[in-house]
C-alpha cells in the first residue's frame, strides 16, 4: 500500500480520480457477493428497480475507487491545494455552532469523498475524526500517517467517549460518522424504513456536554472525471436538548433518530455516491417497518447503460 499511495502522492487530483475509478469499477465487476449487497441495500432502500439499482451501485463502486486514490494523495498536497480541491458552502452555519465556544461534532458519513471533508475541516479548525481501527496494523499504521499529514487528530472509537468530551471542551471539532452497523450494542431504529442497529454515541456525546451537531457532507461534482472536486455542504446546526436523568434515554434516542433523518437527507440528495457495500442491515436486525419512498431520490446521472465496463449482474438466488 505504502508504494502505491507513493505514486499517488506525487500524481495530480484527475490521475487520482481516474485511477481510482477504474480501479471501483474492477471491483463492482469481480466481487460478486458485495456487488449483489449492494444492489439489494438500494432496491431496499430506496424502492428502485434492478436496473436503476445496478447503476446506483456501479457509481458507488467507482466514488468508492476515487475517494481512497484521494485520500492516499493527500501527504502530497499543500494546505492550499487541500482548500482549493474541496470548496466550502455554508461555512456561516458551521462558524454560528462554533462561536457557542463548546466545540462542535461535525455529523458526517461514508458519501463522496468524507476523507477530503475531514482535512479540510482540519484547514479551518483543530479537528479530530473518531475511526474505527483496521485488524490490519500495517494498513492501519500508514492510513493513520496518512490522515495526520493533513493536521486531522485520530482518536479510536474504542473508549473514546472521555477523550472526546475533552477534545469538545476545548472548542475543537470532532468528526463523527455513525453510518454502519453498530452490532449488537446498537439502538434497534429504522433506516430508510428498515430497523438497523444504529450508533446513539452522536446524541449522548451531544447531550451529555450541550454541544451542537452539524451536518456536513463533501460531495462530488459532474463530471466525476472531467471535473470530480468535493463540495463541502455545511448545514445548519441542531442540538439534543440537556434533560433529567430519568428523561436522557428518550431525549438520546429522539436525537438518534434526528441524527439518522440527517443521513438519509444526504443519502437521497446523492445516493450514487453513498458506499452502498456495506451491510448495514443485518438478519437479525428486525424487519421492515415502512416502504421505502422513491419520490424522495434524486437520481442525477442517466439511467441508460454508461461506456463503463460492463459486468453481468444476474441475481445469485
Not at 440527517?262 to 453513498?274: F, G, I, K, N, Y
Amino acid at each position: 500500500m505504502r508504494s502505491v499511495g507513493s505514486t499517488l502522492e506525487r500524481a495530480a487530483w484527475k490521475t487520482c480520480r481516474r485511477i481510482g475509478s477504474q480501479l471501483g469499477l474492477a471491483f463492482f465487476a469481480a466481487g460478486r457477493k458485495r456487488r449483489e449487497l449492494a444492489i439489494s441495500n438500494v432496491q431496499m432502500a430506496l424502492g428502485l428497480n434492478r436496473e436503476q439499482a445496478i447503476r446506483v451501485a456501479r457509481r458507488s463502486c467507482q466514488n468508492w475507487g476515487m475517494t481512497t486514490c484521494e485520500l492516499l494523495h493527500l501527504p502530497g498536497a499543500s494546505k492550499a491545494e487541500i482548500c482549493e480541491y474541496a470548496a466550502i458552502e455554508g461555512l456561516e452555519h458551521l462558524q454560528e455552532a462554533h462561536a457557542l465556544g463548546r466545540g462542535v461534532i461535525l455529523l458526517m458519513a461514508h458519501i463522496g469523498n468524507w476523507e477530503i471533508v475531514a482535512a479540510r475541516m482540519a484547514q479551518e479548525h483543530p479537528t479530530t475524526a473518531i475511526v474505527r481501527p483496521l485488524s490490519n496494523t500495517s494498513a492501519q499504521n500508514y492510513l493513520s500517517d496518512v490522515r495526520r499529514s493533513t493536521g486531522l487528530g485520530l482518536m479510536s472509537k474504542f473508549g473514546a467517549a472521555r477523550p472526546a468530551a475533552k477534545w469538545l471542551r476545548k472548542g475543537h471539532l470532532l468528526c463523527m460518522l455513525p453510518d454502519r452497523h453498530a452490532g449488537d450494542d446498537g439502538v434497534l431504529l429504522p433506516l430508510f424504513g428498515r430497523m438497523t442497529r444504529f450508533e446513539d454515541s452522536v446524541a449522548r456525546l451531544a447531550m451529555m456536554n450541550d454541544i451542537p451537531i452539524v451536518p456536513v457532507v463533501g460531495v462530488r461534482r459532474e463530471p466525476w472525471l472531467g471535473d470530480g472536486r468535493i463540495e463541502v455542504q455545511i448545514s445548519p446546526a441542531f442540538h439534543v436538548p440537556i434533560c433529567a436523568r430519568e428523561e436522557r434515554d428518550q431525549a438520546v434516542k429522539q436525537g438518534t433518530e434526528q441524527v439518522i433523518a440527517a443521513l438519509e437527507t444526504m443519502v437521497r440528495a446523492h445516493p450514487d455516491q453513498w458506499s452502498w457495500m456495506l451491510r448495514r442491515w443485518r438478519k437479525n436486525d428486525v424487519e421492515r417497518v415502512s416502504a421505502p419512498a422513491q419520490g424522495d431520490v434524486s437520481l442525477t446521472f442517466p439511467l441508460a447503460a454508461s461506456n463503463a465496463p460492463q459486468t453481468s449482474t444476474r441475481s445469485s438466488s
